[in-house]
């Protein structure tokens, strides 16, 4: 599942910069103009993004630039994984996704004002989605907003989506303690292994 299909424009651009500058180390600004079509000005005001949400931890600046190439201070691989879960979990398609996971069904007035945007912007973000879940089989229908499709494949897609943004790194699911779904799944798992054993599992208990 490629969620950054699904972020904005220049939530993508932010992601482009920041990745060729933590897997190469430095790279021209030709380069990076000629990658996120945008002009010189709007290039260095994405730098100076990526540098205001990164100052907090490091109290100083990540990227940097001389006449002709930008260029980052260390090894930031983990930092890379934190921006793109930050800039996709806050974004208007994974709102809408983990709202109607978490929730089942909305009415559009709800999923607006989840989502921090107007009912006209959130029909276009659904239009879109839901191109983008054709190849799953899924569809998000209105009045009320939900998930049509089968139960296999929503689940499917649950997983791949959580596991796009997340990747483990933080727990999305509030109303759930961690360790209490780890002990139900260990617990099902035992339960599903001694099953196999026929009569012979009571020797095992």
């Known amino acids: 599942m490629n969620f950054i299909d699904l972020l904005d424009d220049k939530e993508q651009r932010l992601l482009t910069i920041f990745h060729h500058c933590v897997t190469q180390g430095s790279i021209t600004i030709d380069e990076l103009l000629s990658n996120i079509h945008v002009s010189k000005p709007t290039l260095f005001s994405y730098i100076q993004e990526i540098n205001d949400y990164h100052y ?7 990227l940097f630039s001389n006449s002709n190439q930008i260029f980052i201070k260390n090894n930031l ?13 806050t974004s208007i398609p994974a709102t809408i996704l983990s709202q109607l996971f978490l929730k089942g069904t909305l009415s559009i007035s709800e999923l607006a004002e989840a989502c921090h945007c107007s009912t006209v912007l959130l029909y276009r973000k659904i239009k879109k989605l839901n191109l983008f879940l054709e190849s799953y089989n899924i569809q998000i229908l209105l009045s009320p907003v939900r998930l049509c499709g089968a139960e296999e494949q929503i689940r499917y897609i ?22 209490e779904l780890l002990d139900l799944v260990q617990k099902k798992n035992l339960l599903t292994f001694l099953s196999g054993f026929g009569n ?4 095992l208990i």
């Not at 907090?56 to 990540?62: M, T």
């Open 158 to 179: 649950y997983k791949c989506f959580f596991w796009s943004i997340y990747r483990g790194m933080e727990w999305p699911f509030v109303n759930l303690p961690r360790q």
């Open 56 to 62: 907090p931890k490091y109290n100083s600046n990540i």
């Open 200 to 203: 012979e599992r009571e020797h």
């Open 77 to 89: 691989n983990m930092d890379l994984l934190i921006f793109y879960k930050d800039l996709a979990k």
